[in-house]
Structures are given as C-alpha cells and as structure tokens.
DNA sequence: TCACACCTGTGTCAAAAGTCACAAAATTAG
DNA sequence: CTAATTTTGTGACTTTTGACACAGGTGTGA
C-alpha cells in the first residue's frame, strides 16, 4: 500500500459531484492504494465488504457461482470507474460475491466507516455519495432492462456499439455469463 | 390533491434511516398526496419525472415498450413502498417509461427540487435519500442477478417464494414480461 | 344481466439456445 | 522456444422457449 496524487480520480470525482478543493482532500486524505495482479482476488465470497473500490487502472470482474457451481459474472470494472459489494458493505454481511481481477489493477481503497464519518462533515461529500449511488443505479437498471428488451445476440451488438472498449479486454468465457447466454451460443453470434 | 398525516409513510422512512422528529417533519412538510385510479399513468414516455414516489396504498407497474411495440414491464411497485424514474429525474430528460395504476392507489410526491434543497439543510435527510437510493440498487442488483442465475421457472419459483403477495396482485399477462419470458411459457411454468 | 373486451390455458409446430464432444488457436509458464 | 494450459470455434443432437391459433373463463360497464 501507498499513497500518491491521482489526477484520473479527483477527475472522476469531479465528474460526479460539484466539490470545493476543501471537501476533496478530505475524501480523499484517509484512502489508500492497492495494487492487485492479473488473476488476484479483491474479494472473497464470506468476506465482509468494507471498502468502496476505485479502479484506477486495469480491471475488475465481480462474480459468483450458480447452482451447479459454474461462474456466472455479474459485473466488470474497468479505468476510471467505482465499484463495491454493496449488499455486503451495506448491511456488514458476508459477500456473496468474488472480485477478481482480469489484469494488473490499481485500486484505491475508501473505507465504509470513513466515509460515513465524512458524509455526517461535509455536505458536498455526501452529495457525492448520493450521486454516485444514482449513477451506479441508473446503470444497473439499464443492464437489467436490457435482459427484457433484447436477444441475446441483440445483448452483444449493444455493448459491441455502447462499450467496444469492454470487449477487448473481456474473454468471451467470461463475457457469456454476464450476458447470460452459453459460452458456445456467443461464439456463433460473433461470428455473425 | 391533498394532506393528511400518514403513519405509513413515517414508520417507511425512520425505517429507511434514522430520523429526528424535526428533519422528518421537514421532509413531509411539502409532499403531496394523489390518488390515481386504476388504469390512469402517473407518468408517461416523454413526460418529465419531476417526483419521488411514495405508494402508500395501490400498486404501481413502470413499463416500456421493445422494438414490436409490446410492452416490456421493469418495475412494480405496491404498498409502502418508493419508486421514480431515476434517469429522468436525475438528467432532466424525457421519461422512457410509462407509470400506470394496477389498482386504485394513493401516492405521496417527493418533488425533485425541494428534496435537494432539504438535503442541505439536513444531513439526517441527506442520509435518508442516500439510503433509499442503496435500498433501491440493492433491489435492483438481486433482480438483474435472478437472470444470469436462474431459469424461467427459478425466476418465477422466487417470486411464489419471496414475493407471494405480488403474485396476487399482478396478472400473468404483465408477470410474464417482467420475468422476461412469453406469456405461455409463464402459463405452462405455473401448471406445474 | 348481457355483451364485449380482456385474460388465461393449451395444442401444434418452428425457432432458439443449451449440451456434449472434440479440434484448432492462442496464451502462459518454465 | 517449447510444452502445457486455457480459450475459442464448430458439428450433431437435445431441450427449452416462442409463435400462432383458438377455446373457455373472468371481469367490467352500459
């Protein structure tokens, strides 16, 4: 762990809530970095969530196992982006999920209960919380909607137009699950 | 229009979040009550969403429509519970959705710009609306998992489990598509 | 209470996706 | 650089789901 001046973070936070330099550096004074390699877990099914995780750089993929203990993956988080076990930090339970991640990653780590103590400090910050929060929701509701409105290959053509990014650096066996279809369903939709 | 004291509304939010008498009687201070009866849209595809909603008593469907024009149900919501069109109301833009009425059923209004003012004014509501919105993606996460995770009649088997009193209260037809499969196939999973 | 609209169940068939098996290609580790 | 491992592509077959058609049931409003 170390800590260094990120301006790809402060960017991010920017973009996400109004804030005055004063109320930054308090976000940003207690939070740590972490540096995970290709394939290391963020976190572990039965562990507690504490952290909200920033992704600096490299790339996350949050998952768990269906009944017949296959992998299904539920989220992936690239540059430049938030994520958490929510269910977890919210309600101090164990996860439910893994957190992996896909490449060689840089993560800075803010702490649940520092957070709280600062939202009780600051308004900005907790307007930040709170539009962070709407950002991951409108996102989340987007995913899910698209699981009603679509095929599957319709799934794929979506993020082909929305997130080419994403599938560069996501390896179609992984890819599947997200878009819950077969590994060998996605290998033929690709194809075209 | 009208204001009455409701009980349900108070017990909803001091369970949402901690409360002084003081702040929640700022948060109430403004909201509006509405009844809709059943059938008639609370808000409609191009409108903008300019509320939380509260429904106290009735049900509530948000639906939209797929590429055929039929209509795709997300979201329902009944008794004591939250709702919005988030997108809407957090970018300002036209609603996707439309929000109509299951039942006859009574609604209490959040308006979008005395919430962010009351969220300056309180951290005890700023909290409260932060906590609704965790609520909401938390619910929103299981959901969307309930997809990637789970078969058509697991879906539906969760719903018998988890959610029995829901499945009085809305129609096969419109269950069908929020479980994004076709009417008969939901009809044929029911028989047994 | 009667007519009409809407909702639900079901049979038949077609289309889509899953499963299994295995080969080819790509990636990784030593 | 090479062997081992992992990932991807594909064919054959099975299972699941969707689409269409239509009958019977339920509810609603005039």
Chains 1, 2 share one sequence.
Not at 105 to 132: M, P
Request: hydrophobic content about 40%; glycine content about 2%.
């Amino acid at each position: 762990m170390e800590k260094t001046f990120s301006l790809s973070l402060e960017n991010k936070i920017r973009s996400i809530a109004a804030i005055s330099q004063e109320s930054l550096s308090m976000l940003v004074q207690e939070i740590q970095l972490m540096h995970i390699s290709k394939n290391e877990m963020l976190l572990t099914e039965g562990q507690f969530c504490k952290h909200v995780y920033f992704v600096e750089k490299g790339g996350i993929r949050t998952f768990m196992h269906n009944n017949d203990m296959k992998e299904i993956n539920v989220n992936f988080t690239f540059d430049n982006s938030f994520t958490t076990e929510l269910k977890s930090l919210r309600t101090s339970t164990p996860s439910a999920f893994f957190m992996q991640a896909l490449e060689d990653t840089t993560v800075w780590l803010f702490e649940k209960d520092v957070l709280l103590a600062l939202y009780a400090q600051s308004h900005e910050i907790s307007n930040f919380g709170r539009s962070l929060l709407e950002q991951l929701l409108m996102e989340q509701e987007e995913h899910a909607n698209m699981f009603k409105l679509q095929t599957p290959a319709e799934r794929y053509q979506y993020l082909y137009d929305h997130q080419p990014a994403m599938l560069q650096r996501i390896s179609l066996t992984h890819l599947a699950s997200y878009l819950g279809i077969s590994r060998e369903t996605l290998s033929r939709i690709r194809r075209h």
